[in-house]
């Protein structure tokens, strides 16, 4: 080899040589809004210099995505909400399972998927909202109650068409079996006194316009609109919490992660959803969107905390996905639309 040529084969080792090494990455799919989640990934990147990328999207068209890509897609890690999306995402296969330590301590064993494939890292509980003008907390008991005599023309409910509801009569099929809970939703609906409306927010609307007395929505939808139209007569109230059966606690789903099936960074993908459920991140987590933080040992937002405790139902949230496709037939025979 000639000297020039030599020369300039060790020049070229030694700019290699010299590169910075590549960031390492972490590519999320995104069923949250960016400015619930951004501030977190910012977060993220700042303590560990990973950075991370997102796409944000509805569940469905990101789960589309994942099936159309398969070994070729970018997502490290799924993101989204309620744990019938998450069951769907792992049972269409496009999760992985894994093994952590850190999410085990972390994520209580009824909100993750106990094979592993995903884990809750919020918590939203679905609760009664009621006219304080109208009903005595002292009337109120258990869902299973809202299907009595006695709310007939009182109640308002959500369509059956969103997941929240197809998640919570899921839950309920596996607290009193499909015959009871099948009774439950045609007594709900009976004591309609308007049409289902298109979203929680006109749910509570309608309840404290006087249209109805009560009716179930997400908690953090009561704060938002609490937030916006404070002075509202309308309260929350905890069911079923003197039960001592299966059906006892209020009904609770997540908003969680997993990491993807063909993941090209799958170690990153973990390290980052094991730091979304830590102490430092949880509140960053559940505040920005009031709702729970899925880690027992990190309190909620005071402005949540002061909506008071409440024992929620331990069934693993699985259930909420496993058992959907029969709780919306159960739904349509019931006539809840």
Known sequence: MNAPLSRLLAALSLSVLSLPALAEEVTVYSARNEQLI????????????????FITDKEGPLMARLKAEGKNTPADILLTVDAGNLWQAGNEGLLRPIKSRVLDANIPAHLRDPDGEWFGLSVRARTMVYNTGKVKPAELSTYEALASPKWKGRLCLRTSKK?????????MIT???EGKTQDIVTGWVKNLATAPFP?????????????????IVNTYYFGRL???????????????????N??????????????TKFAKNPAGAQKLI???????AQNLFADVNLEYPANPRVKPDPKVAAWGSFKPNLINVKDAGSLQAQAVKLMDRAGYK
């Open 38 to 53: 951004k501030p977190l990934f910012d977060a993220y990147t700042k303590e560990t210099g990973v950075e991370v990328k």
């Open 163 to 171: 997941v929240y509801n197809q998640s919570l009569v899921a839950m």
């Open 175 to 177: 607290e009193y079996g």
């Open 199 to 215: 979203d929680d927010t006109k749910a509570m609307q309608a309840v404290a316009a006087g249209q109805c007395d009560v009716t």
């Open 226 to 244: 609490m937030d916006k139209t404070p002075g509202l007569p309308l309260a929350i109230f905890w069911p079923n919490q003197t039960l001592k």
């Open 246 to 259: 299966k059906a006892a606690g209020v009904h609770v789903n997540v908003s969680g992660a997993g990491v």
């Open 274 to 280: 094991e730091w979304l459920s830590s102490d430092q």
